[in-house]
């Protein structure tokens, strides 16, 4: 159990930092967007592609094949409602013949891609590049899955989902995977009928307040009748209400679906303070109009632990989403890398031979349902967990996130991958 | 041969079955209903049995769970420990009240405005137009969003708050003039609202309760004698004055006789927020006056359409008679124009109500925003779909029944 030392745990129980605690991962320093991961951006794109589908999947009382047909256009529907698509979801969650076929991989063999529920538009995590292609920490992910399967990853299409859809697509067998930003908790793994295949970034909740407008705040505690902005339908507004409760405070939410709204109703000075994943507050700080004026308050009141999800009653398919993310994480820690895979498979070392299916009648592949160079398909395709960190949202991307704790649990951080072998 | 001819005729009559045109429809009817049925039946079987098979829970037992999550503005009282049950019947009432005081409010503009378009007066008549033409075709969520972020965002912080009330004196660089006082009324706007005190009544306030009940009953008995009177000998009875002066002055009595019970309690600034008084929240208020701003503009037009369509010489028998204008127009415009204008008024309130869900764009939680709340908290789609459906159908009908009911009232009674 103890994978860090206890100096470095924040007590959950009462959901601050303690004030003698050292935290010298510095969660204050990690600049990220996963509070955007509730972003509804309003794509047009993104909105008819889904619309589309919906809309297909009711029509032609979609048996899971049948889906290869639909169109995949991103032509703009602009201003259309999120609510149809909710509900033409849930239309295709009554009509579709199969919703949760129990073989997914055959499924996505047979199409030829798999098909990725990802985040709308949310850098370093999962946004289109100049080029319209998809990339990210979250894409990545996509497509490693992608590459264990068809040894390449560009095989792989993206569905953009707002944090209302999410769900819906999912449990609807619109898409094959969610990696989207998506808090693994209790109910979505039970009553929402999902699995989750493991934890690819550690998150936490904070505040952000204006510190010119409100001086002499320096904690969450000191925020009793504040007006406080929130995303709904989000993790980040129940715990905002379990914290408030517990302290004995009062607060008045002001709840808004979309992220660029409370953006606006914050930087307008409706709300005193942000609330939403502590990274993420850093990240929108730098969109708002007088970044130096706001602070982020030091306590985190949750664990955000976010990461992919697939649907129940496919043990094969979330045992290729779990392992192509432990693979990863393995890669890092055997030193790996998408430059010396290839020599690497000649290493005499038994671990690493055995990672990258280079031992004699290794079976482990094939027993995943995959051939048995799906590893090294993976590290050519994507690089190891560091490398996709690094490039997408640390050193080398314009976030500079410290890994914090998403470094690999030797270098103090809570990344720890199940052996292969 | 004889049991041939019975044979034939059985086969004609028969066949003559199949050729009955009424028959044949009542067949088809059937098998309709009875294909609808069957469809009907698939698709909840199929729903059920693919919500079991993705272990997705179904049903609608999730209602009573804690819903732990707190809604900014209700008219009864919630907490996180509250039912999703008791969240949607906040989010509800929220829906009414916005679509209640929206319909009034709507109503009242539009009258006004519409009969300005058909004003006499030329700077009247085109501003009302210009009115018209903006607010009709500008969609009805850049509206809701013109109000929330262009108007009520801007306004100062709560420590700068604008205070309302009236200056006895006003200050320049050179000095104060007048008396140095501001005769405040107690109120405050800024961007988190509307602040008003808030009435506090003491003892003996039911006897001001009491007194405007009997005012109204009162007005009601001298209107109807005074129409007996009328009606009798032709001789008329300032109603509105009378009734004015008793709604207005038995309660003032009332209030004087309990001892004045009342106390106001004003909003007062804090550390974040004014507290204490009424407060009216940015996104009621924004959401409200788009909507009656909005929704009036339609009105307006019935209303003119309404009026326009009742024949001239109404109007000039109306002056024949010796009615003055403000006479002519209550007493013989207005109730025929009534008839032409409840029909699409109705639908202009359905819209009102429904366009209320789009209070979700800026955060007012009304039956769609808390819906949509639950929904992403549950995962329960299909149910929380049904629910919304099932409820505005519901406000809806219940919104025409009472436009018929109200409309064959005012329908021209022929004696």
Redesign the interface.
């Known amino acids: 159990m103890a994978i860090r030392p206890s100096k470095w745990s924040f007590s959950v129980e009462n959901f601050q930092t303690p004030a003698d605690s050292v935290i010298p991962l510095d969660l204050t320093k990690i600049i990220a967007f996963d509070a955007v991961r509730e972003r509804e951006h309003g794509s047009s794109a993104a909105c008819e592609a889904t619309f589309r589908k919906w809309a297909g999947t009711a029509l032609l009382l979609s048996h899971e094949k049948n889906r290869d047909l639909i169109p995949n256009n991103r032509k703009g529907l602009v201003?259309m409602k999120h609510?149809v698509k909710?509900?033409l979801?849930?239309a295709a969650?009554?009509?579709?013949?199969?919703?949760?076929s129990a073989a997914t991989l055959d499924d996505v063999k047979a199409k030829g891609f798999v098909q990725c529920g990802v985040n709308t538009a949310l850098a370093g995590f999962s946004a289109p590049n100049d080029k319209g292609e998809w990339t990210g920490f979250d894409v990545d992910l996509c497509r490693a899955v992608a590459a264990a399967i068809f040894g390449d990853p560009t095989k792989v299409k993206f569905t953009p989902t707002n944090?209302?859809e999410r769900?819906?697509a999912l449990?609807s067998g619109e898409i094959d995977l969610l990696s989207r930003n998506t808090t693994w908790t209790l109910?979505?793994d039970?009553?929402?009928?999902f699995n989750f295949a493991g934890v690819n970034y550690y998150d936490g909740q904070g505040f952000m307040i204006n510190a010119k407008?409100?001086p002499g705040v320096n904690s969450a505690l000191?925020?009793?009748?504040?007006?406080i902005c929130v995303q709904?339908?989000?993790t980040t507004?129940?715990n905002?209400?379990?914290y408030?409760?517990a302290n004995n405070l009062e607060?008045?939410?002001?709840?808004?679906?979309?992220l660029e709204?409370v953006n606006?109703?914050y930087d307008?000075?409706?709300c005193?303070a942000y609330t939403t994943d502590q990274s993420g507050l850093y990240s929108i700080r730098l969109t708002l109009a007088a970044p130096d004026d706001h602070v982020v308050l030091p306590e985190i009141i949750s664990k955000e632990p976010l990461g992919p999800a697939v649907?129940?009653?496919d043990d094969q398919w979330m045992d290729i989403v779990k392992w192509t993310l432990y693979a990863m994480v393995l890669a890092e820690e055997a030193g790996i890398t998408q430059a010396n895979v290839e020599e690497m498979k000649n290493s005499p070392n038994p671990d690493i031979k055995r990672i990258l299916g280079q031992e004699a009648d290794s079976k482990l592949g094939t027993d995943l349902g995959l051939s048995n160079d799906w590893v090294v398909n993976i590290i050519k395709g994507v690089g190891n967990y560091g490398e996709s960190f690094e490039r997408n949202i640390g050193q080398g991307s314009p976030l500079k996130i410290a890994r914090g704790l998403n470094a690999l649990w030797t270098k103090g951080g809570l990344q720890y991958a199940m052996p292969i072998r | 041969m004889a049991s041939q001819d019975v044979a034939g005729r059985a086969d004609s009559s028969l066949a003559s079955y199949f050729n009955d045109p009424k028959i044949r429809g009542i067949v088809y009817q059937v098998l309709l209903f009875v294909a609808l049925v069957f469809f009907i039946y698939w698709v909840v079987g199929n729903t059920v049995e693919n919500l079991r098979r993705s272990n997705i829970s179904s049903g609608f037992a999730f209602l009573n769970g804690r819903s732990g999550f707190d809604i900014s503005q209700s008219l009864i009282s919630f907490s996180s420990d509250s039912r999703y049950s008791r969240a949607l019947v906040v989010g509800l009432l929220n829906t009414l009240l916005v679509a209640g005081v929206g319909i009034v409010t709507a109503s009242i503009i539009g009258f006004i405005v519409g009969i300005g378009r058909l004003s006499r007066n030329w700077l009247i008549r085109k501003l009302c137009m210009v009115y018209v033409e903006v607010f009709r075709n500008i969609p009805p969520l850049l509206v809701i969003f013109f109000w929330y972020f262009g108007v009520i965002s801007v306004l100062p912080a709560p420590r700068d708050s604008i205070a309302l009330g009236i200056p006895l004196g006003f200050e320049t660089s050179y000095g104060f003039y007048g008396l140095d006082y501001f005769l405040s009324f107690g109120s405050y706007l800024n961007n988190r609202g509307f602040f008003l005190p808030k009435t506090m009544w003491g003892e003996g306030a039911w006897l001001i309760a009491a007194a405007i009940v009997v005012a109204i009953a009162m007005v009601w008995f001298v209107a109807r004698k005074a129409r007996q009177r009328q009606e009798a000998t032709g001789q008329q009875f300032p109603v509105f004055w009378t009734s004015v002066a008793l709604i207005i002055g038995l309660p003032l009595l009332a209030f004087a006789l309990a001892g004045f019970p009342l106390t106001l309690e004003f909003p007062t600034a804090s550390t974040f927020n004014l507290v204490g008084g009424f407060q009216v929240k940015p996104e009621f208020l924004a959401l409200y006056l788009a909507l009656s701003f909005y929704t009036a503009a339609f009105i307006a037009e019935i209303v003119r359409a309404g009026i326009l369509g009742v024949n001239k010489g109404q109007t000039e028998a109306s002056y024949a008679l010796g009615l003055r204008s403000g006479q002519a127009l209550r007493l013989v415009i207005i109730p025929q124009a009534m008839r032409i204008i409840i029909p699409p008024l109705t639908s202009q309130y359905l819209n009102l109500t429904k366009n209320s869900s789009l209070a979700i764009a800026i955060g007012y939680p009304d039956l769609v925003a808390i819906g949509g709340t639950i929904l992403n908290q549950t995962g329960q789609s299909i149910e929380i779909v049904a629910i919304w459906m099932v409820v505005y159908l519901g406000l809806s009908l219940a919104t025409s029944a009472f436009m018929n009911w109200f409309n064959a009232k005012m329908a021209l009674v022929e004696r």
């Open positions: 201003g609510t909710v509900i979801g849930a969650l009554g009509m579709a013949a199969s919703a949760a944090a209302k769900f819906t449990q109910s979505r039970t009553s929402l009928g407008k409100l000191q925020l009793s009748g504040a007006s709904t339908g989000t507004e129940l905002l209400a379990d408030f409760k607060y008045n939410p002001v709840v808004f679906e979309k709204e606006a109703a307008s000075g409706r005193d649907r129940q009653g």
